[in-house]
């Protein structure tokens, strides 16, 4: 074999794959180098003497492939040889600054290593002893770092969750599996303890350009991401002190071994100097603004592994499991490493805000796993902990300064809550308080969450959050939720009385009234509403506290009840609809639960609200309170008529008039109660509803003008149209989407389809129409009628579109062409008489174009099948057309084969122009 021919080859093809015209005889030419029979023998030449990285690359992988493929052909020798060159590339390439070809030739020595574990040609123990060996406390800083990356690869390619697809069954898996961890894994997870120890020092001064540190943190997130206990990820473990909850906590199982060296004395003091040395660097390059990437990736690799190293354990019992002091100092290291990156909070969202948020949300995480291993009586054991975590909530759903609409800061917020909610969920802690959820925690985050949002879901998720927060310290959230309520009780009746804006007031009273009903109560809906069962236990097992939280917090509501009732009988009407409709439905869920209930409610709420206490006097209080709602209260249709009505005149003004600030003001808070209205309105007013719509359109269309340039007014005008339209697709009958179609077809304009979400609502109306009230849609006037087609042919030829909505847009043609040649066959006149003919030559057309000349896909195909096999029946119904006037699925089966060929060949025809 001509080593020098061998590599230009290889070298030339990897040149070619660069150029598109080459690239298909150049993959041809590596496919054959990796078939040929000396394979191994040119794929470790090409690794070993070329120096051009591409053809190292593609030598590796071949060599990888090849070897695995043909290793049951291969002689003990052959193999064992195999292995010890992949091992010994691997080393070599160890001062290599580039690190792509030295992984993957530790990927391939790892998968060689494990193929060949169970043939007894190689002593698996000396082999992995040679590894360590060779990256020892004499070795240099870059073969310490390559026997770490070797070890790593080694782990994870014995792992079942991240081995490679060698053909081999499971069980075969399982005893590789079963053989490292026994024999080999604690020499490794001690080896990289070590490592990681003479690493940290000169890494904790910027002192490690070789990575080393890294390396060995990764391979000690590696070993405790091993699945322990015999195929199982996790194994729930019984809490150290001897108790056995109902709910255990979620923890990894180490073997007696590896804990033994994870929880010996000293032997993680190296992470917190290596934290805090970090730390410090970061906001030294925050400042001068320049980043350090090596950095980075190191404080990455130390938050990843303290996150590993927050959820394990001993698997083992007796003296072998572990200790409370030995858990106690594990949350401890952890601690130390993950606070100094999330405190100061400020500093830690400032440095986010700088471009490192990937340390904050990795610092987070590690927080996570910590609250679900050790919960609060883990966290409680320093006293400093929990208000510095309270800090950082209160710093993150703030998200002040420079993290202000940061797009992490969203995820930080649920991690945060997820966080919180491990920690109150502690079973040992049934029926009491978790004293730190008090004064801070809850009132920042009733107070400072953020309920916008598009889909209900979504805003019931943040309520319920906040209700399993607030039912885990029930003595200290619900008189606090309480005491908020009458405050702001006094703040709408002052502001009422002096005659100053209530609207500031009125959001926070609803917004509290519906923290406070998601506390006192469960969604009820498929089942008898009882009492949440964290508020009964700790009833239970606090008698001797008043007065009663739950009661406290419930009279607060009839209290607010009772002073809207107040506010109705005003002479100028009731002062805001939307808390009385919430206070309505708020009471609604406390009666449900609460209200003269038969059974499942404890004795002191019985008391309260019984039969035998002030159940029926509270009873006839709401049944005047709904009565005086239902007297005095105007219906949805005529309150959106008066914002509907403003709206068009504001519309009706000129451009210099609608930019002046109290104009845009005004114009955004009309538009949002419009789309509130129409989102939340009731079935019976919703055609009504539509007819406002229809009025409204043009003045939509004149704002839509007159403010092209302003993106807030744009964004606004956008969501009104896509809650139209999804009110008409959810929540109206056939009978009224029919009337409503002709309202939203002239809101929609070819821009505004270049918004996703529009687009995938509006065209999901469209195809319903056409699939199922085709002969309806024929009807619509003629100009409404134009204006559909014409957004569907624009839908077409728009390729940026989302493949469902493509897939709508086709199948839309295709239902209203299938009703027009049935209308033909059976007489009738079809679309003729609306020029559908004309429109659908057109569309016909469009789709070729598209199908042809811009998609390069196939799905398209599938999709446009039956809409241009039935255009192009109009001219041809029978002839030797291939549908021969049939619809029926053997037909377009046969018109699909032919469509898929005729694109193919289309398409190769106008590449070859």
């Known amino acids: ?94 001062p290599e600054p580039q690190g792509l070809i030295r992984l993957q030739c530790a990927g391939a020595s790892a998968a060689a290593f494990k193929r060949g574990y169970q043939d007894g040609v190689v002593d698996n123990v000396g082999c992995i002893r040679d590894v360590m060996a060779a990256g020892g406390p004499q070795a240099s800083a870059q073969h310490q770092r390559t026997s770490a990356e070797l070890l790593t690869a080694i782990v994870h390619e014995f792992s079942p969750a991240t081995a490679s697809q060698m053909g081999l069954p499971w069980s075969w898996h ?174 830690a ?39 510095g975590l309270v800090e950082l909530t209160v710093a993150v759903f703030k998200g002040e300064g420079e993290a202000k609409d940061e797009p992490w800061l969203e995820e930080a917020q649920d991690v945060l809550l997820d966080m919180w909610m491990e920690l109150i969920s502690d079973p040992a802690r049934c029926g009491r308080d978790v004293g730190f959820v008090t004064y801070h925690l809850f009132p920042t985050l009733f107070l400072t969450d953020d309920v916008e949002g598009d889909e209900e879901a979504q805003i019931e998720e943040q309520f319920e959050r906040l209700a399993v927060i607030a039912r885990a310290a029930p003595f200290s959230s619900l008189p606090l939720l309480s005491q908020r309520l009458e405050e702001c009780m006094g703040h709408v009746a002052s502001a009422t009385q002096n005659g100053s804006d209530t609207t500031a007031p009125f959001e926070i009273l609803c917004w509290l009234l519906q923290v406070a009903a998601f506390v006192l109560a469960d969604d009820g809906a498929g089942e008898d509403p009882l009492p949440p069962v964290a508020l009964s236990a700790a009833l239970e097992h606090d008698t001797n506290t008043s007065p009663n939280p739950v009661a406290t917090l419930s009279f607060s509501l009839l209290n607010v009840a009772s002073a809207c009732l107040g506010l109705v009988n005003l002479p100028q009407g009731p002062p805001s609809p939307r808390l009385m409709e919430i206070l309505v439905v708020v009471l609604g869920r406390w009666a449900d639960t609460y209200l003269l209930a038969e059974e499942g409610i404890v004795p002191a709420l019985d008391a309260s609200f019984g039969a035998s206490g002030e159940g029926p006097h509270i009873a006839n209080a709401l049944v005047n309170f709904a009565s005086a709602c239902l007297n005095h209260f105007a219906g949805e249709s005529q309150l959106h008529k008066a914002q509907a009505e403003e709206v068009a005149a504001l519309a009706g003004q000129t451009e210099a008039q609608l930019q002046r600030p109290e104009v845009v003001n005004r114009l955004v808070w009309k538009l949002e109660v419009l789309r509130g209205g129409i989102m939340g309105a009731q079935l019976a007013s919703t055609e009504a509803l539509c007819i406002l719509a229809a009025h409204l359109s043009q003045p939509m269309l004149s704002l839509l003008s007159k403010y092209r340039g302003r993106t807030e007014i744009v964004t606004l005008l956008l969501k ?194």
């Not at 340390?359 to 609060?376: E, N, T």
């Not at 209203?816 to 057309?845: I, N, P, S």
Request: proline share 5%.
């Open 1 to 94: 074999m001509d080593v020098e021919s061998v590599c230009a080859a290889v070298e030339a093809a990897c040149r070619d794959l660069q150029h598109p015209s080459l690239r298909k005889d150049a993959e041809s030419r590596l496919l054959a180098f990796r078939s040929s029979a000396n394979a191994l023998e040119a794929s470790a030449a090409v690794l070993t003497h070329s120096r051009d990285v591409a053809a190292q690359f593609q030598a590796v992988l071949a060599l990888r492939d090849v070897l695995i493929l043909r290793w049951p052909m291969l002689s003990g020798e052959e193999r064992r040889s195999q292995l010890h060159f992949l091992i010994r590339q691997t080393l070599d390439k160890a």
């Open 174 to 347: 399982e005893t590789c599996r079963e053989g490292l961890e026994t024999t080999l894994l604690p020499d490794i997870f001690a080896y990289a303890l070590t490592l990681a120890a003479r690493a940290a020092p000169p890494a904790s001064q910027g002192a490690d350009p070789e990575g080393r540190a890294v390396a060995a943190l990764e391979l000690l997130a590696a070993v405790l991401s091993w699945d322990f206990a015999a195929g199982r990820k996790v194994s729930w473990m019984a809490p150290a002190d001897g108790s056995r909850p109902a709910h255990h906590s979620r923890v990894t199982a180490l073997p007696p071994e590896l804990w033994a060296a994870l929880a010996a004395p000293n032997a993680l003091d190296w992470l917190e100097p290596l934290v805090r040395s970090l730390q410090g660097l970061r906001v030294q390059h925050a400042q001068t603004g320049s980043p350090s990437p090596t950095q980075d990736r190191l404080l990455a690799a130390v938050l990843a592994f303290a996150g590993q190293l927050a959820g394990v354990s001993c698997k083992g019992s007796g003296s072998m499991a572990r200790t409370q002091p030995e858990a106690a100092n594990q949350l401890a290291a952890v601690m130390r490493v993950v606070l100094p990156c999330v405190l100061p909070a400020q500093q």
């Open 349 to 387: 969202l400032w440095l986010a805000a700088k471009g490192g948020e990937e340390a904050l949300m990795g610092a987070l995480h590690a927080l996570l796993a910590a609250a679900a291993a050790h919960r609060a009586r883990g966290f409680e054991a320093d006293p400093q902990w929990v208000p």
């Open 720 to 913: 009104y149209a896509v809650a139209v339209v999804q009110r008409l697709l959810l929540n109206a009958d056939a009978t009224t989407l029919l009337s409503a179609l002709d309202v939203v077809i002239p809101l929609i304009t070819p821009n505004l389809l270049k918004h996703p979400k529009l687009a995938r609502d509006f065209f999901t109306l469209v195809a319903f129409f056409m699939e199922s009230m085709t002969d309806a849609v024929a009807s619509l006037p003629a100009k409404s009628f134009q204006s559909l087609l014409s957004t569907l042919n624009f839908g077409i030829g728009f390729h940026a579109m989302e493949l469902t909505v493509v897939q709508l847009i086709f199948e839309s043609i295709s239902g209203l062409a299938k009703w027009h040649v049935q209308a033909v066959q059976d007489g009738q006149a079809g679309l003729t008489q609306a020029g559908g003919h004309e429109a659908f030559v057109q569309m016909l057309q469009r789709i070729l174009q598209r199908l042809i000349f811009e998609d390069t896909t196939s799905s398209a195909v599938d999709y446009a099948v039956d809409s241009a096999a039935v255009a192009g029946s109009f001219d041809k119904l029978t002839a030797d057309n291939i549908l021969s006037g049939a619809l029926d699925r053997e037909a377009r089966r046969a018109f699909q084969q032919r469509m898929h060929v005729f694109v193919t060949n289309a398409r190769a025809a106008v590449r070859q122009l």
